[in-house]
């Protein structure tokens, strides 16, 4: 991996989340901009698409600073548990599922219902599985259960302090801008290895 297609997936993952938390913003917060559209202010709206955006950045940055930090693990599980390291990855997602419930909902306040957190879990599990499918199917099946642990693990746990605040909105922006980064950094990077696999071979065959 060059250092100029390390920069583009920054860049380019930066964007993704950006992009996706200011067009979520419109649904979730949609009085950040009803309240500048009587009497009309462009500028007013321009500024909330961009403060979105900023806060967007921040949750891509986190997401790429997650993604990193799993290729590390990931290597170090493999060397270290070698076989083993699959099931182990399997307990962790069940466990981080589990978690998600659970946790969160004696933390609830007040006579709350189970049914939202386990839809929450549920939606992160089928996506996970959805993009881990694709990551599977173009490069191999050893790829599925690292992809899941990816999708579900790393992404709750960089969603950490998006749960804390404890407010539905942003829970929401920052989950949006989390799997959109997590999904394109997963499913791009594959592609930029075999670019340079593929370059290298050429040269060594000229």
């Not at 891509?60 to 993604?67: E, K, L, N, P």
């Not at 909902?105 to 219902?113: D, K, L, T």
Request: proline share 3%; aromatic share 18%; hydrophobic share 55%.
């Amino acid at each position: 991996m060059t250092t100029k297609k390390w920069v583009r997936l920054f860049f380019t993952t930066l964007f993704i989340g950006g992009f996706v938390t200011a067009v979520v913003s419109f649904f979730v917060k949609p009085e950040s901009y009803t309240a500048y559209l009587d009497p009309f202010n462009m500028w007013e709206i321009f500024g909330a698409i961009i403060w979105f955006m900023a806060m967007g950045f921040t949750f891509s940055v986190i997401s790429q600073m997650g993604f990193f930090a799993y290729l590390m693990l990931n290597q170090l599980g493999l060397a270290m548990f070698r076989s083993m390291w699959n099931p182990i990855q399997v307990f962790l997602i069940l466990f981080t599922l589990f978690d998600l419930v659970y946790f969160r909902y004696i933390g609830a306040e007040g006579n709350v219902s189970l049914f939202p957190y386990v839809i929450t879990a549920l939606v992160i599990f089928v996506y996970g599985l959805a993009v881990s499918y694709v990551k599977a199917k173009e490069t191999s099946q050893k790829a599925f259960v690292p992809a899941l642990f990816f999708m579900v693990v790393i992404t709750v746990i960089e969603w950490v302090p998006g749960l804390r605040t404890n407010d539905p909105d942003w829970i929401l922006l920052m989950i949006a801008a989390l799997l959109a980064s997590n999904t394109y950094q997963l499913l791009i990077l594959h592609r930029l290895v075999k670019t340079d696999e593929d370059q290298a071979e050429t040269a060594k065959q000229s």
